[in-house]
């Protein structure tokens, strides 16, 4: 059943886009905010219209508005992003 919830229980799932493709693993979740861990070609462009300006060492935080959905295996993003 998929739901837009982030927790623990989510890190190390992939982060895919609208598009289902890849970009990033959540590589952590503290103090109720999951963190995403970029894949290493990630854009720039993409990075911006996250939101994602500022690192916590390459780590970013991933909102929860910006979740469409959360799986079992993957946390996809909205397509307005």
């Known amino acids: 059943m998929a739901n837009t919830q982030l927790t623990e229980k989510d890190e190390g799932k992939n982060v895919v886009n ?3 493709d890849e970009i990033g693993v ?4 503290r103090g109720g905010q999951a963190y995403v861990d970029p894949d290493p070609g990630i854009t720039d462009k993409v990075m911006s219209s996250l939101g994602w300006t500022d690192a916590d ?3 970013y935080a991933l909102n929860e508005d ?3 959905h959360v799986t079992d295996d993957e946390v996809r ?3 307005g992003l």
């Open 77 to 79: 993003l909205s397509s």
């Open 66 to 68: 910006q979740v469409e």
């Open 26 to 29: 959540i590589s952590d979740f």
């Open 18 to 20: 609208a598009d289902g």
């Open 57 to 59: 060492e390459e780590h």
